[in-house]
């Protein structure tokens, strides 16, 4: 059995988790809740004090859980939401390139998408705890092999 698409998702678990973790960190320690709150205001984002409590919980939350692949689809979405916001109300007037355009909100926004569609893979929580079968191609080659 070939398990590089296992081992790919990990990886890429591994570096948005470690992403998000370090993000929301800075939101909450760095920035502090009212310099979020300031900054989500004056970006015209709705409800600022309760949007920048959210977008700092989805994000180390959300990147602890990407780690351990546990609710993966669901975290995978919703960090996937907190970068279309970064891109729609900050990031996309600034052009595509960084350091203020939305070149790096994008690839995180795509990765996250594609993680709620693939779900963790089976080195995680996620497959150990909810059994993930087998895949298709997988199950039927080990069947003829058999």
Do not use: C
């Amino acid at each position: 059995m070939n398990n590089n698409l296992d081992k790919g998702l990990l990886l890429l678990r591994l570096g948005l988790g470690t992403v998000f973790i370090m993000h929301g960190w800075q939101k909450l320690f760095v920035i502090g809740h009212t310099g979020l709150t300031g900054f989500f205001a004056g970006a015209g984002i709705p409800f600022p004090a309760l949007s920048a409590a959210i977008a700092t919980a989805v994000e180390l939350v959300g990147g602890v859980a990407l780690i351990a692949g546990l609710g993966t689809r669901i975290a995978g979405v919703l960090l996937a939401f907190t970068m279309l916001v970064a891109v729609t109300t900050v990031h996309l007037a600034n052009g595509f390139f960084l350091p203020n355009g939305y070149e790096f909100a994008l690839t995180l926004l795509l990765a996250n998408s594609a993680l709620a569609l693939t779900g963790a893979g089976r080195l995680s929580l996620d497959a150990t705890l909810f059994r993930q079968p087998a895949r298709p191609a997988e199950a039927a080659s080990f069947r003829t092999a058999a």
